[in-house]
């Protein structure tokens, strides 16, 4: 078993491109959280550095995940496949009842000082669940109720729980990612169509029965149409990424975090990057997780293996999906989906699960084949 545990002698180096983009992406997140999250903390905790100093401990502990993952054989996941998913459902139905309110929603459970987020682990125990099922049974996906239909019944399942908490966005994120894994694995093209169709007047109908979802929707058709209620948000998301010009107003020099944006240290940062340090800012950080997408897809195509070609395609496509709904939800071109932007945006375990999944592709590209 140890075998399979530590990291193969003939392995190779990790990419250091995935490493590099990844620790200057973290770097930006930690300085705009110090930026963005000052005039909350200073009004809230009395502490302008509040939210820098809770960042700055999830970031080392997520480094150390990934430092230590990167040196173990990503097959061992595969081995824990069960036990994994059947945690992430435990945690996913017991923030349920067990959670903190927060805003009306049950996502977090709370451990002293830290708050764990049951989604944020179970996507990543969706994805190894989805690699660990193509590569054992990829030949079934010919079949729609032998091969298609079981996966998709527990990510069904999984994003249920999700949308009782509610959490639409991390919801929607996790099938979309799920969809791409399958699609990657062999998956028919006519059976992810039928999913599809089916998908979007059941999603018609949860945004239709929640009035703060069609409130959403219409803002996002027409923000200024309601600017000073529904739309408030991405008017002044708008108003700074235009101000920022093409180098921004100065790092700590941004007006809309004065409580003109909301949620200007987490789902909306990428606003207040945008006016500080302007276009080359917004630039740099996109540039980044292309790089990301890139070296992250490019080790799926190098892995030896099955198992993990869809692991790999599944932590890439999470991480690359996250950031382009929180772009797009920032830039207005998409509904408001509440998805923060992964390693810039304040929030703990999501940034430590993140940042021990990439130790997780680092690892595969450890033994990715040569060309």
């Given at each position: 078993?140890?075998?399979?545990?530590?990291?193969?002698?003939?392995?190779?180096?990790?990419?250091?491109?995935?490493?590099?983009?990844?620790?200057?992406?973290?770097?930006?997140?930690?300085?705009?959280?110090?930026?963005?999250?000052?005039?909350?903390?200073?009004?809230?905790?009395?502490?302008?550095?509040?939210?820098?100093?809770?960042?700055?401990?999830?970031?080392?502990?997520?480094?150390?995940?990934?430092?230590?993952?990167?040196?173990?054989?990503?097959?061992?996941?595969?081995?824990?496949?069960?036990?994994?998913?059947?945690?992430a459902f435990l945690g996913l139905v017991l923030v349920l009842f067990a959670g903190d309110e927060i805003a009306?929603?049950?996502?977090?459970?709370?451990?002293?000082?830290?708050?764990?987020?049951?989604?944020?682990?179970?996507?990543?125990?969706?994805?190894?669940?989805?690699?660990?099922?193509?590569?054992?049974?990829?030949?079934?996906?010919?079949?729609?109720?032998?091969?298609?239909?079981?996966?998709?019944?527990?990510?069904?399942?999984?994003?249920?729980?999700?949308?009782?908490?509610?959490?639409?966005?991390?919801?929607?994120?996790?099938?979309?990612?799920?969809?791409?894994?399958?699609?990657?694995?062999?998956?028919?093209?006519?059976?992810?169509?039928?999913?599809?169709?089916?998908?979007?007047?059941?999603?018609?109908?949860?945004?239709?029965?929640?009035?703060?979802?069609?409130?959403?929707?219409l803002a996002f058709l027409d923000p200024w149409a309601d600017r000073m209620d529904a739309g408030w948000n991405?008017?002044?998301?708008?108003?700074?990424?235009?101000?920022?010009?093409?180098?921004?107003?100065?790092?700590?020099?941004?007006?809309?975090?004065?409580?003109?944006?909301?949620?200007?240290?987490?789902?909306?940062?990428?606003?207040?990057?945008?006016?500080?340090?302007?276009?080359?800012?917004?630039?740099?950080?996109?540039?980044?997780?292309?790089?990301?997408?890139?070296?992250?897809?490019?080790?799926?195509?190098?892995?030896?293996?099955?198992?993990?070609?869809?692991?790999?395609?599944?932590?890439?496509?999470?991480?690359?999906?996250?950031?382009?709904?929180?772009?797009?939800?920032?830039?207005?071109?998409?509904?408001?989906?509440?998805?923060?932007?992964?390693?810039?945006?304040?929030?703990?375990s999501s940034l430590v699960v993140t940042l021990a999944a990439v130790g997780v592709l680092l690892n595969i590209?450890?033994?990715?084949?040569?060309?």
């Amino acid at each position: 078993m140890l075998g399979v545990l530590i990291l193969r002698s003939g392995s190779g180096r990790p990419d250091v491109l995935i490493f590099a983009a990844v620790v200057l992406l973290l770097a930006i997140g930690l300085v705009m959280v110090m930026s963005a999250g000052s005039v909350t903390g200073m009004i809230e905790y009395g502490d302008p550095y509040h939210h820098v100093k809770r960042q700055l401990v999830w970031s080392v502990l997520g480094l150390l995940a990934m430092a230590v993952l990167v040196r173990i054989d990503y097959r061992m996941w595969r081995l824990s496949t069960g036990p994994l998913l059947a945690a992430a459902f435990l945690g996913l139905v017991l923030v349920l009842f067990a959670g903190d309110e927060i805003a009306g929603a049950r996502r977090w459970i709370g451990f002293g000082l830290f708050n764990v987020q049951p989604s944020e682990i179970a996507k990543v125990a969706l994805i190894n669940y989805l690699a660990a099922y193509l590569s054992a049974r990829r030949e079934r996906l010919e079949s729609f109720l032998a091969g298609f239909l079981p996966p998709m019944l527990v990510v069904g399942a999984a994003f249920v729980l999700i949308l009782l908490e509610p959490d639409f966005g991390t919801g929607v994120a996790l099938v979309a990612t799920s969809m791409v894994v399958l699609f990657a694995g062999g998956a028919r093209v006519e059976h992810l169509g039928v999913a599809a169709l089916l998908a979007v007047p059941a999603f018609g109908l949860l945004i239709y029965i929640e009035p703060y979802r069609l409130r959403r929707l219409l803002a996002f058709l027409d923000p200024w149409a309601d600017r000073m209620d529904a739309g408030w948000n991405v008017v002044q998301s708008l108003l700074a990424l235009g101000s920022g010009g093409l180098f921004g107003l100065g790092l700590g020099d941004g007006r809309q975090k004065y409580l003109y944006l909301p949620a200007q240290h987490t789902d909306f940062i990428f606003a207040i990057l945008g006016e500080e340090l302007g276009f080359i800012g917004t630039s740099t950080v996109i540039a980044l997780f292309v790089v990301l997408a890139w070296r992250g897809y490019r080790t799926a195509l190098k892995a030896p293996d099955v198992y993990g070609c869809m692991l790999a395609v599944g932590i890439t496509t999470m991480i690359v999906l996250q950031a382009l709904l929180n772009i797009g939800v920032v830039t207005g071109s998409l509904p408001a989906t509440g998805i923060t932007l992964p390693f810039i945006s304040f929030g703990g375990s999501s940034l430590v699960v993140t940042l021990a999944a990439v130790g997780v592709l680092l690892n595969i590209s450890r033994y990715g084949t040569r060309v």
